[in-house]
T-cell receptor
Framework: EPEVTQTPSHQVTQMGQEVILRCVPI?????FYWYRQILGQKVEFLVS????????KSEIFDDQFSVERPDGSNFTLKIRSTKLEDSAMYFC???????????FGPGTRLTVT | DAKTTQPNSMESNEEEPVHLPCNHS???????IHWYRQLPSQGPEYVIH???SNVNNRMASLAIAEDRKSSTLILHRATLRDAAVYYC??????????????FGAGTILRVKS
């Protein structure tokens, strides 16, 4: 069964550093998402991406965050200058069409020290 | 997105059926009822969804009240692997290209052997 993959599984970085989290969505899917989950808290929506542009973003997704689909297969989330409060699990998801189910990756654990 | 209410936690014995309730009294006519679950240390996983009629798939059944103000996810024979957080989420199929998932706290299902 096709699956969403994410790399790395765990990233440790120092405050102020840039990080790029990578996702490979399912190949024929058209809509892509990033969510995050701070330890012990709810899964929170960050951004959705369709047709090579952001279709919706949350208040969390400020100027420090950006997304890109550089080569038609990868989907990346960049945090320009990480803060301690960015420590969380980051999940990528993809979906074939809007009303269909979203497929989530296993997540990247980001630890900012 | 319309709000859902779920019990904080439930417990079940292995091999017995589990009924996970969800109230969504402010549901609109264009809201689909989706269920996802999150196993420990994993990303969310789609379980089932429906609009008006009851639905069955290989994982579970979804029973939707006639007035659509509540629904019940039914796991026919709980296994230890079903221990997870279960989320009931409403999604408006007429929403724009974003169509994000809005997660609540969900119901923590514990399965006893």
């Amino acid at each position: 069964e096709p699956e969403v993959t994410q790399t790395p599984s765990h990233q440790v970085t120092q405050m102020g550093q840039e990080v790029i989290l990578r996702c490979v969505p399912i190949s024929n899917h058209l809509y892509f998402y990033w969510y995050r989950q701070i330890l012990g808290q709810k899964v929170e929506f960050l951004v959705s991406f369709y047709n090579n542009e952001i279709s919706e973003k949350s208040e969390i997704f400020d100027d420090q965050f950006s997304v890109e689909r550089p080569d038609g297969s990868n989907f990346t989330l960049k945090i320009r200058s990480t803060k301690l409060e960015d420590s969380a699990m980051y999940f990528c998801a993809s979906v074939l069409a809007q009303t269909y189910e979203q497929y989530f990756g296993p997540g990247t654990r980001l630890t900012v020290t | 997105d319309a709000k859902t209410t779920q019990p904080n936690s439930m417990e079940s014995n292995e091999e017995e059926p589990v009924h996970l309730p969800c109230n969504h009294s402010t549901i609109s006519g264009t809201d689909y009822i989706h269920w996802y679950r999150q196993l420990p240390s994993q990303g969310p996983e789609y379980v089932i969804h429906g609009l008006t009629s009851n639905v069955n798939n290989r994982m579970a059944s979804l029973a939707i009240a006639e007035d659509r103000k509540s629904s019940t996810l039914i796991l026919h024979r709980a296994t230890l692997r079903d221990a997870a957080v279960y989320y009931c989420i409403l999604r408006d199929w007429t929403a724009g290209n974003g169509n994000k998932l809005v997660f609540g706290a969900g119901t923590i299902l514990r399965v006893k052997s």
